[in-house]
């Protein structure tokens, strides 16, 4: 008895060190590589630590800054993941919260097929759009000089979210009796009032996780800047890391570098508010 | 004349303009206002992307810029291109491919993922840091993501895995874990039949790289439906007498079940759109049914082509999104 309840604990133990292990290896060897002069990353036997060691690598992609340097790519490419990303986020969760507010709210023939017209377009393939977005830019929309720049990636961007944020968010205002929103009316306040007041706090916890969810998706985009900025202005970190990939030579210790900074923010999002993008993700997309 | 109106219906003009003074004054214009926007951007990135998709595939169209600019130019030849891609032996390839990535990687999530759910669901001591930490992979870029394997499945003997397998004299030589060599070569049939399936040894490495990304965020959704079980069920079974596989079968599974059937829809629709993976690490050696629409349309120009592939992709992802509607609303009710 006391022998099947410990091998029960060292099976339990044992499973855990094994994820643990199949989790974290790569990460300590992003990790190590990263910190790794080039000689170390192609001897053989491959040393485990970092060996011989540099700070080099990361260092390069903060000094030295002048034109097409390594580091000018780098700050570039951070400064518009920054920017697409957060535009993004912003003008989804803007649009998105209040069409969602509409379709959860209105008595309005037809907006079950809206919402559903939304979830299935969020669900189109990327591969599906990129090359008319390509083709349309460059063609008949080349007056407007949007090919490589910021502005179409956060609109190009909002075909693979708007879907899902209003899928998640009109769940979120579901979920909130109307009644609520009726005692506030009855007391003066306005329709706009109401919901900015009211609603929009009550749904906080909604719009963390979507807000969230539409950063790290943007952030993570490749193909799109892949076909619709690939030259010199709004190329993103995916593409920088992609891009250090050169073709005789693969300095594994810089992409390595490259590579970890560009994982920090979404890293830390996920630390830090992984609960809220699950629940979001299990109210809306996935209802458990 | 105009005494032939019949009292008491109002000319047609008065109606339309009563109806619309009422929607003006209404709260309903609010409705509208707030509606509208998101519709125009559906409309613009969403639709006309897909109908102009849908006329490009119907033509052999060129497109030559210089520049970001460009002109188009498209000859009319009908449903041409849907015919010379569904009778291509290429893209039959690269759908039999697309099927085998997907096949094995719902497998791999359904076995180890749901594996990796009940362990994140036992009582151990430092539970709460292991569900932080396994969740981390999914927080990786996708392109860091196929750098980092890229190391790790290096063919040199300076490749992470080679070297963890020469040191422990498990191969004598370094394996190119990246080359789309096929499987089981001992046996002839097998490897051919494996092969035409679309496995080979470039193919399960990519499997890999991808589950190591993707595993968490499955492992975590369906955690977050084992949370909803009552412990209750558990501890009358236990009363019952009835053994941990037993529980499993009859609490488990049944109840997980549509958490994890909408986990695998979901899934199955971002495996027909992967496509970083591959072409980071591959190019086009791994033709995805992704990868050869890209490289139709941006390597070879044929945009005709590309079109009609990613029309087709389209298709059947919208086809296996209304089987995933349909099942939200199921649960709903």
Sequence with gaps: ?288 | MSLSVPVGQKPPHRRITHRLFLALSSEYIWFYLLLIPSIVLLVCVVIIPMVFAFKMSLGNTTVVTVGGKGSIQSVWVGLQNYVNVLSSPYFWQAFRDTVYFSVVSLLIEVTVGVGIALLMNQKFFGRKVFRVIVFIPWAVPTVVNAMLWGMVFDGDNYGALNDLLLRMHWIQTPVIWLNAAPLFQGIPWLSNFVSWLGGSVAMNSMIIGDEWRTLPIVAVLLLAGLQTIPNEYYEAARVEGASAWRQFRAITVPLLGPILSIVLILRTMQLLRAFTLIFTLQQYGLPILSIEAYQQAFSFGNFGTGSAISFLVGILSLLIAVVYIKRLYKEEM
């Design chain 1, 1 to 288: 008895m006391l022998l099947r309840r410990y091998s029960k604990k060292f099976l339990l133990y044992a499973s855990v060190i094994v994820v643990l292990l199949w989790t974290l290896a790569p990460l300590y060897f992003l990790l190590i590589t990263s910190l790794k002069q080039y000689v170390g990353t192609i001897t053989f036997p491959l040393s485990w630590l970092a060996n011989p060691f540099t700070w080099q690598n990361y260092a390069v992609m903060f000094t030295n800054y002048t034109q097409d340097s390594i580091s000018y790519r780098f700050l570039h490419a951070l400064l518009n993941s920054l920017i697409a990303s957060s535009a993004t986020t912003i003008l989804n969760l803007v649009l998105g919260s209040a069409a969602a507010y509409v379709l959860s709210r209105a008595r309005m023939r037809g907006k079950n097929i809206i919402t559903m017209i939304f979830l299935a377009s969020n669900l189109l393939p990327t591969v599906a759009l990129i090359i008319p977005f390509y083709v349309l830019t460059v063609t008949y929309l080349s007056g407007w000089n949007l090919y490589d720049t910021n502005t179409l990636l956060v609109i190009v961007y909002s075909s693979f979210s708007l879907g899902l944020v209003i899928w998640i968010m009109r769940g979120y205002f579901d979920s909130i009796p109307a009644e609520l929103e009726e005692a506030a009316r009855v007391d003066g306040a306005s329709r706009i009032v109401s919901l900015l007041r009211i609603i929009l706090p009550l749904t906080a916890p909604g719009l963390l996780a979507t807000g969230l969810l539409t950063f790290l998706t943007s952030w993570d985009n490749f193909v799109l800047p892949l076909v619709l900025a690939p030259d010199s202005h709004a190329y993103n970190l995916p593409f920088f890391i992609y891009s250090l990939n050169g073709q005789y030579l693969h300095l594994n210790n810089e992409i390595a570098a490259g590579g970890l900074l560009s994982a920090i923010p979404p890293i830390i999002i996920v630390i830090l508010f992984g609960r809220y993008i699950v629940s979001g993700m299990t109210a809306g997309a996935v209802k458990g």
